[in-house]
């Protein structure tokens, strides 16, 4: 049995390979469009709002109280990153339910793309918050003998990010496969129940893990601030 979507080959030519996790990752960026297309076509704020609209503001509400919890800025600057990654991570774990369907969550090419925009996004973030110097020198810090440790750091939390979310989702796809063949009926719909939930869990873990990193590369915003800056948009807490 392939329990690794890499491995199921749909499209070739030449060298170019179209495998099972392409497919499956473009069509859950598919229904992300086409749902929030349909969702935020007739946005009402007065009554009858639909229970889309109402879901979608459940789900922006609590994405920004996690934001605003982690960062102590204003939501608005990374909304659309994390609520990005938890709604994309969370839906390839839902649909986990659906008959020959793999999340390509399950795959370390998957998990490690995600993880390189994290990667990406901490000094976009930091250097557009503190300016590109100040942003540097905290890789310094407390002296310059921590400057190797530092840049260390960036790259293991990056490859701990990708390797957590994969070692989560595809130990249960296997484990899932293997009490599928010694018990074919009740047990694997525990099992499956169990992996939506564990699925939701690692979607949020990686979104507030992403904020932290963020949070963490802006740390010096406060005395920065004091030093040189008067004021720095996003400061206040709304």
Same mark, same amino acid.
């Given at each position: 049995?392939?329990?690794? =979507?890499? *491995?199921?080959?749909?499209? @070739?030519?030449?060298?170019?390979?179209?495998?099972? !996790?392409?497919? %499956?990752?473009?069509?859950?960026?598919?229904?992300?469009?086409?749902? =929030?297309?349909?969702?935020?076509?007739?946005?009402s704020i007065e009554p009858?709002?639909?229970?889309? *609209?109402?879901?979608?503001?459940?789900?922006?509400?609590?994405?920004?109280? +996690?934001?605003?919890?982690?960062? +102590? *800025?204003?939501?608005?600057? &990374?909304?659309?990153?994390?609520?990005?990654? #938890?709604? #994309?991570?969370?839906?390839?774990?839902?649909?986990?339910?659906?008959?020959?369907?793999?999340?390509?969550?399950?795959?370390?090419?998957?998990?490690?793309?995600?993880?390189?925009?994290?990667?990406?996004?901490?000094?976009?973030?930091?250097?557009? @918050?503190?300016?590109?110097?100040?942003?540097?020198? @905290?890789?310094?810090? /407390?002296?310059? %003998?921590?400057?190797? #440790?530092?840049?260390?750091?960036? %790259?293991?939390?990056?490859?701990?990010?990708?390797?957590?979310? &994969?070692?989560?989702?595809?130990?249960?796809?296997?484990?899932?496969?293997?009490?599928?063949?010694?018990? $074919? #009926?009740?047990? /694997?719909?525990?099992? +499956?129940?169990?992996?939506?939930? !564990?699925?939701?869990? *690692?979607?949020?873990?990686?979104?507030?893990?992403?904020?932290?990193?963020?949070?963490?590369?802006?740390?010096s915003r406060d005395s920065?601030?004091?030093?040189?800056? $008067?004021?720095?948009?996003?400061?206040?807490?709304?």
């Amino acid at each position: 049995m392939l329990l690794n =979507s890499d *491995q199921i080959i749909l499209w @070739q030519y030449g060298f170019i390979k179209i495998n099972a !996790t392409l497919a %499956f990752t473009w069509g859950v960026m598919a229904l992300l469009a086409i749902g =929030s297309f349909l969702v935020t076509r007739r946005l009402s704020i007065e009554p009858p709002i639909s229970k889309a *609209q109402n879901l979608l503001e459940v789900i922006v509400y609590h994405v920004n109280e +996690q934001i605003r919890e982690v960062s +102590q *800025q204003k939501p608005a600057r &990374y909304l659309p990153l994390i609520g990005s990654l #938890f709604l #994309f991570i969370f839906l390839s774990n839902l649909l986990a339910v659906v008959p020959g369907y793999i999340p390509p969550t399950g795959s370390l090419s998957t998990t490690t793309a995600l993880a390189l925009c994290v990667f990406v996004a901490v000094p976009v973030y930091g250097i557009s @918050q503190l300016g590109l110097w100040n942003y540097l020198k @905290q890789y310094c810090r /407390p002296n310059l %003998f921590m400057l190797p #440790f530092n840049i260390v750091a960036e %790259f293991s939390r990056t490859l701990a990010l990708a390797v957590r979310l &994969y070692g989560n989702i595809m130990s249960g796809v296997v484990i899932g496969a293997i009490f599928l063949s010694f018990v $074919p #009926f009740f047990f /694997p719909i525990l099992m +499956q129940i169990l992996g939506l939930l !564990t699925g939701t869990i *690692q979607a949020y873990i990686f979104s507030v893990l992403t904020m932290v990193y963020i949070a963490s590369g802006i740390s010096s915003r406060d005395s920065i601030k004091k030093n040189n800056h $008067p004021k720095i948009e996003g400061d206040t807490n709304e």
